[in-house]
């Protein structure tokens, strides 16, 4: 899983803000719900690189 880098793309297109509900927002539907799947068992350590594509 991934999202879109904090400091925009390159095309031009904005930032994906590094909550729970914008990274889910920036998601396609299919990948959605891999990703909530993944926050709901993530603990401290392991939420931020859920956040950041990295889990």
């Known amino acids: 899983m ?5 400091h925009g793309h390159h095309d031009g ?4 803000p590094r909550t729970q509900d914008g990274v889910a ?3 396609p539907s299919a990948q959605r719900t ?3 799947r993944e926050m709901g068992e993530a603990d401290d350590e392991t939420i ?3 956040l950041l594509g990295c889990g």
Do not use: C, I, T
């Open 48 to 50: 931020g690189g859920v």
């Open 13 to 16: 297109r904005k930032p994906v």
């Open 2 to 6: 991934s999202a879109a880098p904090v």
């Open 25 to 27: 927002a920036a998601l």
């Open 34 to 36: 891999e990703f909530y």
